[in-house]
């Protein structure tokens, strides 16, 4: 079973709207959790970075919240733009000497004119 | 932020032949790198971790003579796929880790296509 659950596994959102994604996760002991951007054919880039002690980080209109005790994590978009069409990936790491990575499946957003 | 180049970005090689990816870190050392293999719609999955200097690390189901993993400097990793079979095609991301931090960049990937 996969340690880090991502819902909705894709939505479409007309441009200018909000949207709200969200990251479950049963990594322990946990020692980061990242959101990453990733278009098509491209390599994931990074949006944002929270470790155990940090419950919100905002990247321009990208905003991450984490709730630790829960295991939950939220990507909220602000204002979609065209440019927002991709998939989100959550990847939360562990409190481990070999730094691996727990990745979710992504969520593709499709942001409609 | 720190630059990981992966070169080439996209091959078609026919069956039989061997393919070699290469990932660079631009701009920082690079202890540790690894290589992922990603399907369309699915997730990365994690082939192995490379520490400069030493054998690579493979996980489960990885054959290690058919994807060699040599990391031979501190901003330099190549995978080589060997003997490369259709189902072989994929998208090869390698991603670098900065030494003394836990944050890994992504390079752009490669879209390897055997015919």
């Known amino acids: 079973k996969n340690q880090v659950e991502q819902s909705p596994q894709s939505l479409i959102i007309l441009e200018g709207k909000n949207c709200t994604l969200q990251?479950?996760?049963?990594?322990?002991?946990?020692?980061?959790l990242r959101w990453y951007k990733q278009d098509t054919g491209r390599g994931p880039v990074s949006l944002t970075i929270?470790?155990?002690?940090?419950n919100t980080k905002s990247n321009g209109r990208y905003t991450a919240t984490l709730d630790a005790d829960t295991k939950q994590s939220s990507l909220h978009i602000t204002a979609s733009q065209l440019s927002d069409s991709a998939s989100y990936i959550c990847?939360?790491?562990?409190?481990?000497?070999?730094?691996?990575?727990?990745f979710g499946a992504g969520t593709t957003v499709t942001v409609r004119a | 932020g720190a630059v990981v180049s992966q070169h080439p970005s996209w091959v078609i090689c026919k069956s039989g032949t061997s393919v070699k990816i290469e990932c660079r870190s631009l701009d920082f050392q690079a202890t540790t790198m690894f290589w992922y293999r990603q399907f369309p719609k699915q997730s990365l999955m994690l082939m192995a971790t490379?520490?400069?200097?030493?054998?690579?690390?493979?996980e489960q189901g990885v054959e290690k003579d058919k994807f060699l993993i040599n990391h031979a400097s501190l901003t330099l990793s190549t995978l080589t796929v060997t003997s490369a079979h259709p189902e072989d095609s994929s998208f090869y991301i390698c991603?670098?880790?900065?030494?003394?931090?836990?944050?890994?960049?992504f390079g752009q990937g490669t879209r390897l296509t055997v015919v």
């Open positions: 490379s520490n400069e200097g030493s054998k690579a690390t493979y």
């Open positions: 990251c479950n996760y049963t990594v322990s002991p946990f020692s980061n």
């Open positions: 990847v939360v790491s562990a409190i481990t000497n070999d730094y691996k990575l727990s």
């Open positions: 991603s670098a880790l900065i030494r003394g931090r836990s944050e890994a960049f």
């Open positions: 929270m470790t155990f002690s940090e």
